[in-house]
């Protein structure tokens, strides 16, 4: 839940998967495999109940559906099992920082967030304390938050597959049963 210190941890984690081309989703999949155009991770805060770690990861043309989930899914696997690193959080808390402040550099963006804490905590100041909460962030707590919320029984997969292009028959199967 948003603000909580399980909140940070996946914030951090999901800056590892997928924050900037450093990431290890656009290091794997992107440059090294080459079987994705995109790939990026954010949490998506929700008001009420658990926030969602969210994977975008969008395939080249030549890449099937089923190829790119089984690699998504490799990649969540080898952070579930072999854990992060104090650099890679390091590297993480440094970019989440970074957009920090710039984001408190516009006037707007800044309005958005003194609002947000206001309106969740009762207490827009908190914005102050941001990245301090981003920096108290171990790899230790990320380890846990990954070990806790990214085994595969607590996963959900989403397709989007263009209407106006010719997709193979295993991607279509695959977009009919979302539709139905």
Not at 58 to 71: F, G, Q
Not at 92 to 100: D, G
Not at 152 to 157: K, P, T
Request: charged share 30%; hydrophobic share 40%.
């Amino acid at each position: 839940m948003f603000g909580s210190d399980e909140y940070y941890a996946a914030s951090v984690c999901g800056a590892i998967l997928g924050l900037k081309k450093g990431s290890r989703l656009h290091r794997r999949l992107v440059r090294e495999r080459q079987i994705a155009a995109e790939a990026q991770s954010f949490t998506y805060d929700l008001t009420k109940g658990s926030d969602l770690l969210v994977l975008d990861v969008t395939a080249r043309p030549e890449t099937s559906a089923e190829e790119l989930e089984r690699a998504v899914h490799e990649e969540v696997d080898r952070l579930w099992d072999d854990g992060v690193t104090a650099d890679e959080v390091a590297r993480a808390v440094t970019l989440i920082e970074t957009e920090l402040l710039v984001a408190l550099q516009s006037a707007g963006d800044r309005a958005d967030k003194l609002s947000l804490f206001a309106t969740y905590f009762g207490d827009p100041s908190l914005v102050n304390s941001q990245a301090a909460r981003y920096r108290e962030v171990t790899a230790e707590r990320v380890n846990a938050f990954a070990r806790a919320r990214l085994g595969v029984e607590n996963r959900a997969s989403l397709l989007y597959v263009p209407r106006d292009t010719e997709v193979a028959p295993a991607q279509r199967e695959l977009a009919e049963m979302g539709s139905r």
